[in-house]
């Protein structure tokens, strides 16, 4: 016990210090936005693409219900893995900890969804690499179904974003149907992840949580005893998005 709450307090001490370098170095948020800048330009060629494919209209709905839970999956996966990630100490330690702090916000401050696409695309490294490599892929002789399908993927993955701002911000009757009928992610759904331990990390519509919560269970032990307790005695400024 005497050493589980010492390791307790040096996580403590690498969460503040870690979130003291996020606000200290302006350079953080200037890697947010080129990640924003280079995330939002690669998906708007590639939008440019996938209009141009030829795919019947069925074939676009079909593409857009496979990628719809792909993208679920995979923003589910890597928020369950960086939601248990504790590495403040290393270069990535400043983006780690004040990631966390969405746990903390019930309430993000109110924005335009346009600015909301765009800032939550900062944050999402892993984009950069994947849209690349779609755009590289879309040069070669691929079936047209699997490139609609991986572009689709691409920019579904900001829409999460926004589909998490929702629902947390929105008072909206047509959010609320949107939600109901799960084309956005429904608070009741979403609410077990921040009240519950090491569960519904999926967040574009919580259509693969039922995966992820079986993979959550074997890998980690969870937030609510670990990462949720290193900011406990954090009293800087939240995240400029993320408020
Ligand atoms: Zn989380
Ligand atoms: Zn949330």
Redesign the pocket.
Known sequence: MKTSNTQLTIKQKEFNQAMEAYHLHGYYQYIYKLVSLFNVLLQLILLTIMVSLEITWYGYIIALFIAYFLTDFINGLV?MY??NNENYRSKWGAFIASF?L??KTQHYKNSNLFLVYFNESGAKFWLVPYLILVWTVSFLAINSTTLLILIMIGILSSVAEVSHYLCHNSNSKIVARLQKYRILLPMSHHKQ??ENENEG?AFLNGSSDFIIDIIAKKLYTG?KNGSDKHFEGYKGAGTENRD
Do not use: F, G, L, R
Request: aromatic share 20%; glycine share 0%; no cysteine.
């Open positions: 928020h960086m939601d966390h969405h746990h992840h921040h990390y937030y």
